[in-house]
């Protein structure tokens, strides 16, 4: 029995089969469509197909902040029972919601001085993010320390990648990370920009090429390069509601790397979905360092 609570959040859009296989503490993150709140069920109720429709039809989900108050609803039940926590965090650099963790530890922590509490910014999110929960999991499933699987995340963190495209640019220029007059040309020369997760847990474009075949060409290629170890890559697609494209970009990375054994498909979340919009597509994996 470890002396500690193993727990995440679902930023990581890991599926919930592990969080029930796994027994993992979630935090749920919330998000608004059409007025109404939600809280990410990681595909549970399996409406993420109607979600990205929704999306097609118009609908503009807004993803939110989980308060200090809603952390503290997490934390203090495991220091009541005389357990310590280790959370395993999305990227601080893409959210200030690791601020509000960060404030939820100090005050429990003053109220229960005898427990421990470490918090891993994982400098990811989505797929990078479920990839290092599930080997961390392992370790602690082994009964390696706190200490230990912290150790672990934060020497191996930057070995977890994604690298991704998107269908229609509005909703990068929504989230304000490309212009008006970019998403404008962009999408008038169908130009598909290439997105990867940076060493400092930033989302960077890397490259735009012109349409979509191109542009999962370019992912696959890249994710090929930085594979050291099929056998440890653990591979998941990512998609919002493209499943055909989804498993072309399969074919691809079982071209280029025939070694790779089981490659998981599934779908983007919504709070990530939000940002990226339908159509979205992405290779990750747990290979090389980030060079970027």
């Known amino acids: 029995m470890n002396s500690y609570v193993f727990m995440t959040d679902s930023d990581s859009d890991l599926p919930c089969r592990y969080v029930d296989e796994l027994e993992l503490t979630m935090v749920y993150m919330p ?37 200090t108050a809603a952390y503290l609803e997490y934390f203090e039940p495991c220091f009541e029972a005389g357990k310590d926590i280790l959370f395993v965090a999305f990227s601080s650099q ?50 390696k320390t706190m200490e230990e699987v ?68 370019s992912i696959a290629d890249r994710a090929a390069q930085n594979i050291d170890n099929p056998a440890e890559a653990q591979m998941t697609i990512l998609h919002a509601d493209a499943p055909e494209d989804a498993a072309r970009l399969e074919a691809l990375m079982r071209e280029r790397v025939p070694e790779l054994t089981e490659i998981n498909i599934q779908y983007v979340g919504p709070v990530i979905g939000a940002h990226c919009g339908p159509g979205t597509i992405a290779v990750c994996f747990f290979g090389k360092e980030r060079s970027v």
Request: glycine share 6%.
């Open 31 to 67: 998000y608004t469509l059409n007025g109404k709140e939600y809280f990410d069920d990681l595909g549970r109720a399996g409406k993420q197909k109607e979600y990205f429709d929704s999306m097609r039809n118009g609908a503009a989900p807004v993803t939110s902040l989980l308060p």
């Open 94 to 143: 893409l959210s200030s919601t690791i601020n509000n963790i960060y404030a939820a530890r100090e005050e429990l922590l003053e109220k229960y001085p005898e427990r421990k509490m470490i918090v891993v910014d994982t400098l990811s999110i989505s797929a990078p993010q479920s990839i290092l929960i599930l080997k961390a999991h392992a370790l602690y499933r082994d009964g």
């Open 150 to 217: 912290a150790q672990w995340l934060e020497e191996n963190k930057l070995r977890a990648q994604a690298f991704f495209t998107v269908d229609d640019l509005v909703y990068l220029r929504r989230g304000g990370r490309i212009s008006a007059v970019a998403a404008t040309l962009g999408s008038m020369l169908d130009l598909k920009p290439i997105i990867v997760e940076d060493r400092a847990g930033k989302l960077v474009n890397t490259d735009k090429l012109q349409g979509r075949k191109r542009a999962l060409r």
